[in-house]
């Protein structure tokens, strides 16, 4: 826990906490504060605390200091309904995903990180399509007997294979961009593609979902997660059996955003019966019931129990699945980037006079 408040006082009072504030990332947090007072973008005075502590674990512990008008969070932290209650308050949340406070949009001011790891992220989507299309488990198993006569042939990349980004946004851009350096054919689908065909001047393709699963021979999910079933953007569910069932020959499916979107039970199905041949997890639904059965807590739930004999697969390397907890966001420029971006909506906030952020939901 890093105080950067001047008061003497036993209770302190804080302009803004920091919440779940871990490793790099906290020490970068407190490199950006210092640079922005430096620079007079912030108060000298501006007092803050960087705690590795979430929002209910921090007031359980200390029962005593209020929550400042603005706070930092990531995704574990639960607001209390009190300190929503009490005039609107401004909340960013340290993620590139915003579907944990997306129902607090009339109650409070909401920013996320839309820049911080949309390369790291992207890169991170091309390391499972390798591993995927390289039958890399396979060939690993191989080395135990160095055999080099009974192995499968792997996907070569080429532009006769067809790569579909869902969610063309920055990362799922960055990726499409990554795709066609690997001399894929690659194309995207996204609810806006009206709006980004103008934005990026007609480099991306864009398809209908329809089209999209009749041509594609990788889909990489990069859409945000929403939630709300009220909105156009809805898509818990959105890769279902039946839709991924009408792929056009085996499939290769990487997720890099939120489990929600590709139930990991239909997953599995498919990959069991041959129609997916390869897949790629970065995400999990319900990460932290996930999370508690891999600790080996009594955790049911058809796609919880199917995600966990998938990583149980892909960690005895028995098959073409790969897996990792949600780390896409965890390279060394992404760590500092996430800092950078933090702090310039807090200047952004003391800027519009504490009403607002410049950029907030909603976005669309």
Known sequence: MKDGTNSSVTTPKYDIIHFEALGPEAKHLEEQILSAKEQKKLSENHTYLITSDNV??????????SLPEIITTK??????????AGGRKSII?????????????????IASLREYCVNAVAQTAIKFLYVTAGLFNHYAKNMET?????????????QNRTLTVFGVGKIGKRIHELAEANGLTAQGVDI?????HRLYSGTVRFVSKEEAIGSSDIIINAMNLTKNKESRFYNVGYFSREYLSKAKGKLTFINVTRGEIAPESVLLDLYSSGKIAGIGLDVFANESEFARLLLGEPVTGADLVAAHTMVKKSLERSANIYVQPHQGFNSDIAAKTKAVEAIKHVVSWYKNEGKCFDEQLPYY
């Open 56 to 65: 209910q674990v921090f007031l359980k512990e200390h029962p005593d200091i």
């Open 75 to 84: 995704t574990h932290s639960v607001l209390p309904e009190s300190y929503l």
């Open 93 to 109: 949340t340290r993620s590139a995903g915003y579907d944990h406070f997306e129902h607090l949009t009339n109650k409070a001011n």
């Open 146 to 158: 160095f055999d080099r006569n009974n192995s499968d042939a792997f996907m070569e990349l080429d």
């Open 192 to 196: 806006r593609q009206e709006e980004l």
